[in-house]
């Protein structure tokens, strides 16, 4: 079948999120729609277990722990189930809205029924699959060792690549004792974290065992089947001992009064080690995994309250910057990481100029009535899909823009109007998504989805064509458009695609 384009609508909507499904929530996630039209293609396949989600629950509805004690009480467990951290908060997250839960395809079938109403939104996680057990996940959060008079403050750190048996971890020179109070692998699955439904915890004086024991066997030769040693990578360690050592200093220039000795006593720490991306995603962007983010952020500032009570605040550095989001503060993991700052249980750091945004960013001016289009250079062999979001903003009271898509082969789309969803198929298959709906889930703007197949594919005929994509727009309202486009790629090569906008022309009209 030769290459055409198919155009349908969000009313139309694509199996499992029907239209009934799609009318009950406020705002879609664009990404949802795109992994549901091309089957999960991209993402390792259409998930058979359950898959992670972020949810920001109705203004002036349910709370995340309301919410999960009526998951409990009505036994929905089978098809949506939320851990301990959200069933049993501490009581400076009683009220907070912002939740993840872990749910089966059958939730999408309750979301205009039992589900009806009470969300604002939600994203999937999908480059994740969780591997949670709900019936065999019983047990409170509270099972961490109480240390009361440990201190005021903890540092938290999540990363996608943490080692508590690192020397800067270290309370004592013999490196047998490690500041982690506790440490959450999200990624075993071996022995499910009670409480947290995944990955496992170990507690301090089972990390110290292990450091004793490695010490004590170091010119041993270790026997098949060992203990698990995590890795880390080269600037986490670093970053985490800056984080833990800079509350201290900033106590010494408080003044004469504190005691030098004290004041170099690194704080105690909490860890989490970030669930990895599936194989097909390792090395691109990709979506931001909002639920194991706002879990990590959560199970340190439960933790830091469990163990040095309620009044220890949490200092997060968090490693899981992105170049997707509108990036004002309106995304969903952002609003949740907001609002449990606003609690004042902890603070958190996220990560800046870990990429040179020349290199994955474009911005464009469109004039009433004018068209304009950004290039977009796709290079050959990338192993994972290209994704790229153009965020609208107009002088008007919102945007009315259309958006064209240009392959390389010269095919180009019609016209895509709001709630329009454009598939460039080839023998059947989708090669390019258009994904237009607006405002949606991933943040307060208006958000165009353009994602494309991998240009390199097991499969022969199913990969995108490298080179020039033409991404159009055409501002159809009588006052400026300004759009700006982030675009996420395989990390792997050694140069990043370059979004390179062209000038504006006359609309015609």
């Not at 994203?123 to 005021?152: C, F, Q, Y």
């Amino acid at each position: 079948m030769s290459p055409h384009w198919e155009i349908g609508t969000a009313s139309v909507g694509f199996e499992p999120i029907a239209p009934q499904a799609l009318a009950s929530v406020a705002r879609i996630d664009p990404y949802s729609v795109w992994a549901n039209a091309t089957h999960y293609r991209d993402l390792g396949g259409t998930p058979r277990g359950r898959i992670p989600i972020a949810i920001e629950m109705k203004q002036g509805g349910d709370t995340a722990q309301q919410f999960a004690r009526t998951i409990e009480r009505n036994g929905w467990q089978d098809w949506i189930w939320m851990s301990a951290l959200y069933r049993d908060p501490p009581a400076a997250l009683e009220a907070t809205r912002f939740c993840t839960a872990h749910v089966t395809r059958e939730f999408y079938a309750h979301l205009n029924t039992d589900l009806a109403g009470r969300f604002e939104r939600f994203t999937e996680a999908l480059v994740i699959t969780s591997h949670v057990d709900a019936r065999a996940d019983r047990v409170p959060a509270g099972h961490a060792p109480m240390r009361e008079g440990l201190g005021s403050a903890i540092v938290g750190v999540c990363d996608e690549d943490i080692a508590f048996t690192h020397a800067r971890f270290s309370e004592d020179a013999a490196g047998t004792r490690t500041r982690f109070q506790c440490f959450w692998n999200q990624n075993d699955a071996v022995e499910p974290a009670a409480g947290l439904g995944y990955g496992s915890e170990l507690l301090k004086h089972q990390m110290d065992a292990l450091l004793n024991d490695a010490r004590l066997h170091a010119e041993t030769p270790h026997p098949a089947g060992g203990a698990r040693i995590y890795g880390f990578a080269h600037d986490g360690p670093a970053v985490a001992e800056l984080a833990g050592r800079y509350p201290s200093r900033a106590l010494r220039r408080a003044g004469p009064a504190n005691n030098d000795a004290d004041q170099e006593t690194p704080l105690p720490m909490i860890g989490v080690q970030l669930k990895r991306r599936c194989r097909t995603m390792r090395h691109a962007f990709g979506p931001c995994p909002d639920a194991e983010v706002l879990d990590a952020v959560r199970y340190v500032v439960q933790r830091a309250q469990d163990i040095g009570g309620a009044a220890c605040h949490a200092l997060v550095s968090l490693n899981a910057g992105h170049v997707a989001w509108q990036q004002d503060g309106s995304s969903l993991i952002e609003s949740a990481l907001d609002e449990l700052m606003d609690t004042g249980a902890c603070s958190v750091v996220l990560p800046s100029g870990n990429l040179d945004l020349s290199h994955c960013r474009g911005a464009l001016t469109i004039a009433e009535h004018a068209e304009a289009e950004l290039h977009w250079p796709v290079r050959a062999h990338f192993a994972s899909p290209s994704l790229a979001e153009i965020w609208c903003a107009s002088d008007a009271d919102a945007p009315d823009v259309d958006v064209q898509i240009v392959p390389p082969d010269g095919i180009a789309s019609a016209w895509l109007t709001l709630g329009d969803i454009g598939t460039y198929t080839r023998g059947g298959d989708a090669i390019c998504t258009v994904v237009h709906l607006g405002r949606g889930a991933r943040g307060a703007g208006h958000m165009i989805l353009v994602a494309l197949a991998p240009t390199a594919a097991r499969s022969g005929m199913r990969r995108a064509a490298a080179g020039e994509w033409l991404i159009r727009l055409r501002n159809n309202a009588r006052a400026k458009l300004t759009a700006y486009a982030w675009m996420q790629c395989d990390e792997s090569s050694d140069e990043t695609p370059l979004v390179v906008p062209s000038h504006s022309r006359d609309g015609g009209k």
